[in-house]
């Protein structure tokens, strides 16, 4: 089993920036991808970042290309996300997850994942 905690979440005006961790636990993580998906309220779960067991390939939506960064820390079994120029549509829960998905179609759908945190509240205000 994998644990799963994100941290890093709160409110932000307009055209900051956040940057989201997800610690783990129970297991390491250096073998799972890892990923990011958000939910807004009266919105469907949605695919963020993701990145690849060793962090040579990252993947990204296009709401998000260009102001977010996903990085690991293996090490530190630790997986972060930068997000700048914050929009107040980027407001919604962000769920840290862990999947062995290695194509592009499984990472960036929430099937590819066996692992959920509880997820971190990001508000951004206008």
């Known amino acids: 089993q994998v644990h799963l905690v994100e941290s890093g979440g709160g409110l932000v005006q307009a055209g900051g920036s956040l940057r989201l961790s997800c610690a783990a636990s129970?297991?390491?993580?250096?073998?799972?991808?890892m990923g990011w998906f958000r939910q807004a309220p009266g919105k469907e779960r949605e695919f963020v970042a993701g990145?690849?067991?060793?962090?040579?390939?990252?993947y990204y939506a296009d709401s998000v290309k260009g102001r977010g960064t996903i990085s690991r820390d293996n090490a530190k079994n630790t997986v972060y996300l930068q997000m700048n120029s914050l929009k107040p549509e980027d407001t919604a829960v962000y769920y840290c997850?862990?999947?062995?998905?290695?194509?592009?179609?499984?990472?960036?759908?929430?099937?590819?994942?066996?692992?959920w945190g509880q997820g971190t509240q990001v508000t951004v205000s206008s």
């Open positions: 997850v862990a999947g062995r998905g290695i194509n592009d179609r499984i990472i960036r759908s929430y099937e590819g994942y066996d692992y």
């Open positions: 129970g297991r390491t993580i250096s073998t799972y991808t």
């Open positions: 990145i690849s067991w060793s962090g040579s390939s990252t």
